[in-house]
């Protein structure tokens, strides 16, 4: 199956489409009435069609009412940004965090394209951060340094507070979580704010740094202007020197092993950051440390082996694994890292309850798939709908995909860990890092700090998704396929895992660089 999506990716990338100046019009242009509710009936049709779960924490008689009362608000026709505005909050009520509404925006020529790529919005080089109710400038990868630890007030005249209530109803968490909405707005905050507004070459941004207010023009920039600033302040250019044949064969060495190295931990190119970073900590550097950003690129297989033969080599008694901000990604890299983790054999999901026994099929001749793309499904169908109807089977009249690498009974690993684990969690832990921390919780193997994960305790719909484009409107519906769980539960349902111990950081610990929950486990360990 591998094989076959690389060829489809491929063939995807090779795929004709509309005209863009069709396309443009088709969703600048304002829609009529009719079609708009016809896009909600398509919307809500193909949700009843794949979501499993589709009422788990929103009853049917609700959602239905939701649903009709949105048809009864489109009195006017309405352009797709402004129907986006509409739809997005009730999508958002279904409550289940992997079902989302995504936002389309104009498109390019390749003559405009290549312009753009010339250019950058300076205000996409910031990161939010949200404490103590209030938006404020986590990082900044431009030039502008001093901005970092402002609160921003307004965006042009728009209130921040304002459009960060609005921005929290176009998403949402898995059941009746909401520490995700204060920390997923913030780190969404800048993709939110272009869906609002749409394509942008300037913004005025109020911000507030001490009692004074600055407000700080942003603006599309061409990126060779930082280098052409930095080439200015030498004016004479030094000839670089030539090296000689063993200068040239150390630095490819030197050039291999960096290469080795970002991938086994998995380089961000943005913010010149690793997903996956290894350090001890402490007083007397005892106590390892493991921050994973995210469950997705990089060589997770070598990073986790070197880690853990470290620790056994030297006998490291604690753990603290950093799974804040982390918005999952593979399930493999997540049963691989518990696997060093558990004492016990274990079974890490359950069979994944699903709405069709070909629900890869399902994807692969999806509408917002290219025709390329679905000619070569057709001709491969009798594999994958053989494929697809080895691995599901119907029990108590519902069906489930098997997924028989997770669901037989494993062992630890040979150097499995054997010490006392911390795990820092926050509203941002989702997916894959609370399935994790499901399994970690359930068989008390650690202690968790921090607040409650804005993904649930008992597992989420996701694996894989059907993107479903409505006809008029043109706005994409991401639709999770596969009930993704651990065999253990928790009630109520629709809550995220709880920390042991609760902290939640303020402004002036960023102020003062102090890492709350970091800072309570070392002191709890030196104590």
């Known amino acids: 199956?591998?094989?076959?999506?690389?060829?489809?990716?491929?063939?995807?990338?090779?795929?004709?489409?509309?005209?863009?100046?069709?396309?443009?019009?088709?969703?600048?242009?304002?829609?009529?009435?009719?079609?708009?509710?016809?896009?909600?009936?398509?919307?809500?049709?193909?949700?009843?069609?794949?979501?499993?779960?589709?009422?788990?924490?929103?009853?049917?008689?609700?959602?239905?009412?939701?649903?009709?009362?949105?048809?009864?608000?489109?009195?006017?026709?309405?352009?797709?940004?402004?129907?986006?505005?509409?739809?997005?909050?009730?999508?958002?009520?279904?409550?289940?965090?992997?079902?989302?509404?995504?936002?389309?925006?104009?498109?390019?020529?390749?003559?405009?394209?290549?312009?753009?790529?010339?250019?950058?919005?300076?205000?996409?080089?910031?990161?939010?951060?949200?404490?103590?109710?209030?938006?404020?400038?986590?990082?900044?990868?431009?030039?502008?340094?001093?901005?970092?630890?402002?609160?921003?007030?307004?965006?042009?005249?728009?209130?921040?507070?304002?459009?960060?209530?609005?921005?929290?109803?176009?998403?949402?968490?898995?059941?009746?979580?909401?520490?995700?909405?204060?920390?997923?707005?913030?780190?969404?905050?800048?993709?939110?704010?272009?869906?609002?507004?749409?394509?942008?070459?300037?913004?005025?941004?109020?911000?507030?740094?001490?009692?004074?207010?600055?407000v700080k023009k942003f603006k599309r920039i061409k990126k060779e202007e930082n280098k052409e600033l930095n080439d200015s302040i030498s004016t004479k250019k030094e000839k670089p020197l030539k090296l000689t044949k063993t200068e040239k064969q150390t630095k490819r060495i030197a050039k291999r092993k960096r290469k080795k190295y970002n991938k086994k931990h998995g380089f961000i190119t943005k913010s010149k950051t690793y997903t996956r970073?290894?350090?001890?900590?402490?007083?007397?550097?005892?106590?390892?440390?493991?921050?994973?950003?995210?469950?997705t690129n990089g060589n997770y297989k070598k990073f986790y082996k070197e880690v853990f033969k470290t620790l056994d080599s030297?006998?490291?008694?604690?753990?603290?694994?950093?799974?804040?901000d982390n918005g999952g990604g593979r399930i493999s890299e997540i049963d691989y890292l518990y696997s060093y983790l558990t004492l016990t054999d274990y079974q890490f999901l359950n069979p994944s309850e699903v709405n069709s026994r070909v629900p890869f099929f399902k994807v692969l001749m999806s509408n917002t798939m290219p025709n390329?793309?679905?000619?070569?499904?057709?001709?491969?169908?009798?594999?994958?709908?053989?494929?697809n109807f080895l691995n599901t089977y119907k029990n108590?009249?519902?069906?489930?995909?098997?997924?028989?690498?997770?669901?037989?009974?494993?062992?630890?690993?040979?150097?499995?860990?054997?010490?006392?684990?911390?795990?820092?969690?926050?509203?941002?832990s989702f997916s894959a890092s609370s399935l994790i921390s499901t399994h970690l919780k359930a068989n008390n193997r650690a202690i968790f700090v921090g607040e409650e994960t804005g993904g649930a305790y008992n597992g989420c719909v996701a694996g894989i998704y059907k993107v479903y484009q409505l006809p008029t409107s043109k706005l994409k519906i991401r639709i999770g396929m596969m009930q993704i769980e651990a065999p253990q539960k928790q009630q109520p349902d629709g809550f995220g895992i709880k920390p042991d111990v609760q902290i939640?950081?303020?402004?002036?610990?960023?102020k003062l660089d102090k890492d709350p929950e970091l800072e309570w486990v070392l002191n709890k360990i030196a104590s």
Not at 149 to 156: H, N, V
């Open 1 to 214: 199956m591998k094989h076959f999506f690389i060829l489809i990716l491929i063939s995807f990338c090779f795929s004709s489409c509309n005209s863009v100046k069709k396309y443009n019009e088709q969703v600048s242009k304002l829609h009529s009435v009719e079609h708009l509710k016809e896009d909600v009936d398509k919307l809500y049709n193909q949700l009843k069609k794949h979501h499993p779960k589709l009422y788990q924490y929103t009853t049917e008689n609700d959602l239905n009412n939701k649903f009709d009362s949105l048809k009864q608000t489109i009195n006017k026709p309405l352009s797709t940004r402004a129907f986006y505005k509409k739809i997005a909050p009730v999508v958002s009520y279904v409550k289940q965090g992997h079902v989302s509404t995504g936002y389309t925006v104009k498109r390019f020529t390749k003559k405009e394209m290549k312009k753009l790529k010339k250019q950058k919005l300076d205000f996409y080089n910031l990161d939010f951060e949200f404490l103590d109710d209030k938006l404020w400038v986590k990082n900044n990868y431009g030039n502008d340094s001093t901005i970092i630890g402002s609160e921003i007030i307004k965006i042009e005249d728009d209130s921040v507070s304002n459009l960060i209530e609005t921005y929290k109803t176009r998403f949402a968490s898995d059941g009746f979580n909401t520490t995700l909405h204060n920390r997923y707005v913030a780190k969404g905050f800048s993709v939110f704010y272009t869906r609002d507004k749409g394509f942008l070459d300037s913004l005025s941004v109020t911000l507030k740094q001490n009692d004074s207010l600055l």
């Open 277 to 295: 970073n290894f350090e001890f900590k402490g007083v007397d550097s005892t106590v390892a440390y493991v921050k994973i950003r995210s469950f």
């Open 314 to 324: 030297l006998k490291t008694q604690n753990l603290v694994i950093d799974l804040r």
């Open 372 to 387: 390329t793309a679905k000619v070569v499904s057709g001709i491969l169908s009798p594999f994958i709908v053989t494929h």
């Open 396 to 428: 108590d009249g519902k069906i489930y995909y098997k997924f028989k690498k997770y669901t037989k009974t494993k062992s630890p690993k040979a150097l499995h860990f054997t010490g006392n684990i911390y795990v820092l969690i926050n509203g941002n």
């Open 504 to 510: 939640i950081p303020t402004k002036n610990d960023r």
